[in-house]
């Protein structure tokens, strides 16, 4: 049995069995394994540490023995017993399906695919229920390579609801670089695959043109052979959007344009279209006001401004991840467990951040945690770059703006005019908005007499962290009323670096 095969009986299997699919990491595992290599080579291939992917491995080998009630699975068994478990389960091999244990699980098997849109001369409209979990119709070659330590349940619940329940049909994942939107997105697709007849993930990096992006849609969702729908290479916008719109209406799709931020003019305010991709704009217009049964899932460090965006159209802010950054500062070699939320919390909850600062601990401090936030000064070191890319972005005003709350002692009401502002009260507020796009400010709000960020954000988590008065300034908020915005402490460190290097 080829190993594809084998780890789609698996997945499948599991599914049948606990309600959950394979993750990333764990999918990655049992199919490398199926090959052949071991943790060391699976580790190096996945990017991940050695130990976690043994811990996830002894994980995964117990949970297919429960569900298998098979005894002692490991790395060296794992294929042949497999193999005889689905060979001697299964009931039918001529069948395009695969009965396991009385449990019929659809399962495209390599020459048995079950037809599928994309096979048909003449595509039909799909029935929704139908249970469409052929891998056939879905492409993420261009998606990362990415596994997940934690869901993210809350933001999972929302955007399910807003897909299957409201049916959105624009979503944004708005967040810093590194936040997880694309993790998020992966982890959304693995759970309402099978709502959706095609799935397609396009990385904005890879198309220099709107009309190259849309052929490469329509080319999956109808190879160049099919000659009723056939597209010349590069169409007229207006025709490649109706064309698009088209198949949206005809099969529910699901369209993730990762990395949208790459439209936007840096050097201008949030969500300015570049000169030659205003024509994004058109489409999302499009997409958001014509009556479809799909949905378009855009990944973006910015959020895009969708003319008509009515109530088809949604952005969730995603914000520092707790549980993701203590399970990962458990992958290190760290000490001092009692001042990790500390460091977290200093770093924004940033999943991609807090790896890069435990590189750091574990160079400069030998993992002593205590002693690395002993540092007078907040420390970069490699996040610097980030931080540079972001800040090329900026239009002057957002970066006068951040210089400027970066002195601040406290959290800024924006609602009083500022002395020591150097522009005019309604350039503050512009400059404010338009971070707030780009999650580069966060809004304050007043509950129970302490200052919260709207819904995830790290201050929740700050809260619970005293020692960090001296650096986050969020408890000194007067208790008055107002309209209270802060900024990130890593984002303020590098504020002040940067204007310390201009001076
Ligand atoms: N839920 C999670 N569990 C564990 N690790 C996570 C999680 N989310 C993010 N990470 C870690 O953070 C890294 C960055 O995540 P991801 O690539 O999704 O960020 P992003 O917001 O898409 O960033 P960018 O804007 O640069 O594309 C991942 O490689 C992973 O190591
Ligand atoms: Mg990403």
Known sequence: MDVQTLVELTDNL???KTGKHLDSLQRVILQSTLEGKKYPEIAENSHSKYNHVKRVGSELWQLLEDVLKEEDIKQSNARSILENFYFSHISN??????NVNNNHINICRENKQSPSPKNKSSPTPTDQNQNNTNPENHDLSEAPDLYSLCDRHTELTTLKQWINENHTRIITILGLAGIGKSVLALQLIEQIKDKFDYIIWRNIDNYPTLESLQTSIINFLSPPDSSSQKTADFSPAKTTNNQ??????????????DNLQEIFASG???GTYLPDHENYGKLFKQIATSSHQSCLLLLSQEEPKIELGNHYCHTLKIYGFLEACKMLLQERNLTDEDRWLELINLYGGNPLWLNIIADAVEDLCDGNVAQFLSCSTLYLGDLEPILERIFQRLSELEKQVIFWIANQETAVDISITPADFPHSHSDLWKGIQSLKRRCLVEKLRETEGLFEGECHSPLHIWKETQSLKRRCLVEKVMETEGSFFTIQPVIKSFGKMLLASEQ
Do not use: H, P, Q, S
């Open 14 to 16: 599991l599914f049948t």
């Open 93 to 98: 091999t001529a069948n395009d399906w695969v």
């Open 244 to 257: 698009l719109i088209n198949y949206l209406r005809k099969y529910r799709c699901l369209l993730i344009f």
């Open 268 to 270: 201008e305010l949030a």
